[in-house]
């Protein structure tokens, strides 16, 4: 062997040992130009005010200010408020059409594809298509919804009907009616996604074990309750969590259908993020509040690492 | 056993359920449509009319019906082109500014955003390395930053590298690098699922057939995972086309605006013209629905290896 | 910082190019056209919230829009070989955050900015160092000492510095449908609710406003500031600190709650996106307490006796106005008071760090001149003439402009935000809990929720 060719050789492995890191460099640059380093100067941000004469440095001022704010406890009513209603509906709607989808049906190919053309549209689009519906006195539903005789005294006008008071303390519940159709609007723009992943998870859930449980004599509910449910539970559990995160960090629909109104109805922390920061130009106030919403979404994945963890080590 | 009789019946009361359902999902989307069709008169009217159909003495009179284009004449504004090859050229910002940018920055986002994907996918499906499992985990951190948290220092930095003066430089690049920062951690995780999805034997035999690793990865795996990358750029596309928030406060020049930020010029505009409102939103929506319509098995495949893994 | 990272992310940038091979297509063309326009004329950049390149003749801001495509080839041939204007449009919501931003990371800034002082922007500007102090350049120039005073006034931040030069004025004021009112406009909040009761019994709205908490509650600069002004209230007391638990404020808040919860006003006025127009286009509500600007946009009109305004265009309520269908007239007071409104002006500012600081000098000039003046208050101004020569002028002897500027002058205007250095923030604070009294619950404690209010808003100062 001469000395030439192992050089080459070591040079090949030097390359090829070399090969992940190019590999994985780019992304990792990218990440960290607009990911990480925004997220450093947002804590940076969260301890500085703005002064005439520029940035002033403030402690943790911002947040006391940020807690201060009557609005941010409404907020964070509205939010949960939001998230409870919003996973729940979707998830319950999500599962029992992927149940009826699970069938095996001629058609399904075109269900799921119609079923799934929500999705594709932009939550500002959306948000501005359900407005149209409801707008006051011309829009379609609104003209339905206005009938006294379906909603005494004066009909229903979404957009502008009042909260109820509180039944407890300050907890914004029951919800105003705008509450109510923004969930609804996010489901719908939601829910096709669900199916889709509660129908891939079913898909895998044998047809043997539950044909071997009918052969025992269980009904449908029972397979449903006793077999599918706990079989799917970790899927069913990573849904809730997507849907929580999308569903706390999404602006656009309430940006485009209710603007946080009426009142500060549905004034949700994202949207509150959003006002905060570019219409009141409060940046540094706002920037305490992203840290927290950030905090929150954290504890969010960690919770799904857990679980698809607990899924891998049991498969 | 039930019945051959009731399973039968059984199966068409899943369909009417489904297409019941289906009916539902669909009618914001065709009221939309209904709405854009209409003119102004039949827009301002209350109680409103689903149709603009009726006549004096009918309340549904086909022969009566008030079709309008006048939606899509205003997003559109069709000028007669004489010297051109088609008769009329459409002057609306929505075609000659709005959707060619998204196409742009939807385009090269998913582009950018799926070579980095498969690079590191790859890397991360088929190399045990130091530090790898911290890493993957770390990416997947970083979904958990919203975007409109990341915002507030994206926002200053776009206008300091503005300001800069770097040639070919502009507000077009950076909101593309943003995208690409933002669709790149999911698609990662996508990227890096396909390619565990293809059995590493193949590549064994063509390196031992000689191949550099590299060769392998451009040869045997990437074509293999083709259709896996295909559904990450499909999905990053229609994410950024989407997206609004970004594209609204990170571009300044008009010149540079993305559909979405159109479609909030032409709300703000046209208040209680829904009519237009209605036509911009089917222009805007329509180019993704169609592309979805085409390649909706790429979705399906990368939407739910997204969910589980991410 | 900056400069290093800059480094880092061109090093970063160039080091994906090169390794993927898939540069997104950068701007070339565009970048260049501008500049190559007129060789020898150096750029001179403004940001309007119109769009020259908008011509949807049906566009809610068309005559802005038609305005500069008029004038900017005007202004390039009168300086020909020495400015070449360039327009870039802005979004009238989003402008002052755009500049702010652009001015604090230094970069980008144009030479002139249209700018309104409705918001409150002076303060906020003033607070984060955007605008440059004009006052010892207008004093030396020929129109300041023709300007009305007090809209230079609304141009003066808390230091004394002139922030802005006003070209038109912008004050509110109330539409009247008048057969809606045959014994004429009430005076006194009691006699509003003496016609605002007859008015129901007919199946009709006494008035209409802008009710809702949308667009960051700039509800506060409009109808409920003219209530409360007219009520003798404030919302500061003039030394930056928020005063809103006072009984003139109350008095006010309980006379808009009684409007509300009587149903003498119609419940779109709470829909947001200015809806509450509409029912002042179908004459369902009898008044409506706005700007003066607002019969750009309140238009087609249906009269009470069905007569039709239906150009779609601001002719429409000018139309009405000389058909005497509508009249302009101050707001109701409360007794020993003067009606209230706000007054506003538009005109323009140089942010710190614009480029071509000279241009903008010559523009303004150049706007102030006899031959310009009337038109820009006209059109995109929407207002009075704040250079009070130019008052005289034919343009402004037109009904409109006369019924306006009686109602004016029998009216006290003081802009609403007064001493408040954090405009933007009263503004929804205010909103929200004016809403929440007059709305949405009618039994909530007055005094307590404005002291709370008052007391947030301060703890900050």
Redesign the interface.
Known sequence: MTQDSARRRRANKTIRSMLPFWLIFPTVAVLLAVQVYPALYTIWLSLHDRQPAGWEWVGPRNFDRLFKMGLFGESVGHTALFLVGYTSLTLLLGFFIALLLNRKLKLSGLYITLLFIPWVIADIIVGIVFRLLVVPDYGLLAGILQNPALFPPEGLSVLTASRAAAWVGDFPFPPAPAMIYLILASTWRALPFIILLLLAAMQTVSAEVIESSRIDGANSSQVVRHILVPLMLPTLVVALFSLTLSGMNGVGMVFSLTGGGPGSSTEVLSYMLYALGWRQLEFGRAAALALLIAAINWLLILGTLRVTRLEERNA | MPSLTSKRAQGWLVHAALATICLFALIPVATTVLISFKGERDILRKPPNLFPCDSATQPFDPSACRWSVEGYQRVLAPRPAPEGLLPIRLTGNLVSIYLPNSLLYAGATALLVMLLASMSGYAFSRYRFRGRQTLLVAILAITGIPLLTNLLALYQMGVTLRKADIPLYDDRFFLVVVYTGFFLPLSVWIAKGFFDAIPRDLEEAALIDGCSPLGALLRVSMPLALPGLMAVFLLTFVNVWNEFIAGYLLIAKNEFKPAMFGLYEFLGQNIINLQVVAAACILIALPVVVLFLFARRSFFAAMVEGAIKG | M?RT??L???S??S??LA??A?P?????G??TESEAAAPAAQDFVTWYQY?E????P????RVGNQYLRDTIPLFNEAFAGKWNWVN??K????M???I???V?????VPDLYEMGTGGGDVG?F????VMQDLRPWAEAQPWYSEMDPSALAACTGPDGGLYCIPIAERPHLVYVWADRFPNGYPKTPEAFMVEAERLKAEGLYAMTFLG?????GTGTTRAVWTTVSSFGGKFDDGAGAMTLNTPANIAAIEFLRTVVQSGYAP??A??????EE?AFKDASAGSFPTGLFGYRYINPLTAPDGTQYSK?NEEDMLDAIAAGDVVLTPFLAAEGQKPGCEISVTGFAIPVGAQNPEAAYDYINWILTPEQNADWVLRPGAGFPALQSTRQSEQFQTPFYQQASEAISASACSPWSGSLE?P??AQ?LIM?VV??LI???PSADIAAELQ??ED?YN??N
Not at chain 3, 24 to 28: K, R
Not at chain 3, 104 to 108: A, E, L, P, T
Not at chain 3, 212 to 216: E, I, Q, R, Y
């Open positions: 900056q990272w800059t880092w992310f061109l970063v940038l080091l994906l390794a993927c898939a997104p297509p950068a701007a070339e565009e970048a769009d390149k908008n011509e949807d049906a566009s809610d801001e870039q449009p979004a009238w919501d989003r002052s955050a755009e702010i931003a652009a604090q990371s230094g970069g980008d906020v003033y607070r984060n160092g809702s908490t949308a667009f960051d419940e779109i709470f829909a947001g996106n200015f809806q509409e779609g954090r933007l923030e929804k929200n809403y929440k709305k949405e619950d709370a209010v947030e703890a900050a």
